[in-house]
């Protein structure tokens, strides 16, 4: 974790990013979105848990680089971390897809545009539970994106508090945390609204008397894949976004 924090402290290269954008703005832009995507991409590279160590990216790039940008090098490193190593499942390197709006979802919340990551959490969730195969699929094992869909107003609240921060991490912790396990349970409703509305668990293809136990497996694997996220994501982001607010790199992203 301190290689990871160590990595982006100097490819960011904060003193000198931040004198180069009086005069550079987008060039900083571009050049963030660079790093971020070839971070996440190389990250794709290893695999983690269950799945590949890039998820601990999706966070942060939101948090760093808003929803646009954010979601810009999520889906750049996405692709780049695909075409070096391609899912054994052909079908499975679309869902990475769900970690752009993951990272959008981040940068979203940690913009103050938390309505907008509500409305994109809803209209995922509700084109689930009206899809058919919503009735033969155990609904308790959501539990964790149900979680994560009321996350986004104690989310929402730290954040808008985060300018009586003053250098102290403290109150930077539960809204980096909460934020976190917001990006990471929308990255997964975007994969079960793949998988059953747009129909890939056919491409797989996945007999449909079989989702009912995927879903079962899922629901207690899931969970332990969003908390080691979440422990990563503190560790790294939490003195990371210190060291941006400090030199206003944040704000120049932002267009401030």
């Known amino acids: 974790m301190v290689g990871l924090w160590q990595f982006l402290r100097f490819a960011l290269d904060l003193e000198g990013l931040v004198d180069m954008s009086l005069k550079h703005t987008k060039s900083v832009k571009v050049a963030v979105v660079a790093v971020l995507a070839a971070l996440h991409a190389t990250l794709s590279?290893?695999?983690?848990?269950?799945?590949r160590w890039s998820i601990v990216m999706i966070p942060l790039e939101g948090m760093i680089g808003g929803p646009v940008l954010g979601a810009s090098a999520s889906?750049?490193?996405?692709?780049?971390?695909?075409l070096a190593k391609?899912?054994?499942?052909?079908?499975?390197?679309?869902?990475?897809?769900?970690?752009a709006v993951g990272a959008m979802g981040s940068g979203l919340l940690f913009t103050g545009k938390w309505k907008a990551a509500i409305a994109i959490y809803i209209a995922l969730l509700g084109a689930f539970l009206l899809h058919p195969l919503a009735r033969i699929i155990p609904l308790w094992t959501l539990w964790d994106v149900y979680a994560g869909l009321l996350?986004?107003?104690?989310?929402?609240?730290?954040?808008?508090?985060?300018?009586?921060?003053?250098?102290?991490?403290?109150?930077?912790?539960?809204?980096?945390?909460?934020?976190?396990?917001?990006?990471?349970e929308l990255d997964v409703m975007v994969r079960v609204f793949m998988l059953i509305v747009l129909g890939l668990y056919q491409v797989y293809p996945i007999p449909t008397e079989l989702l009912p136990g995927i879903f079962v497996a899922g629901a207690f694997t899931t969970p332990v894949e969003a908390g080691y996220v979440i422990v990563v994501c503190s560790m790294v982001g939490v003195p990371l976004l210190i060291a941006l607010e400090k030199s206003h790199f944040r704000a120049i992203l932002r267009g401030n």
Do not use: S
């Not at 590279?45 to 799945?51: A, C, D, E, Q, T």
């Open 151 to 184: 996350a986004v107003f104690p989310a929402a609240f730290f954040v808008r508090n985060l300018n009586r921060c003053g250098g102290d991490p403290r109150p930077l912790l539960p809204a980096v945390a909460l934020t976190t396990f917001v990006a990471v």
């Open 75 to 82: 889906i750049i490193g996405v692709m780049v971390g695909r």
């Open 45 to 51: 590279l290893f695999p983690g848990v269950w799945r």
């Open 86 to 99: 391609p899912e054994f499942f052909f079908v499975e390197n679309f869902f990475g897809v769900a970690e």
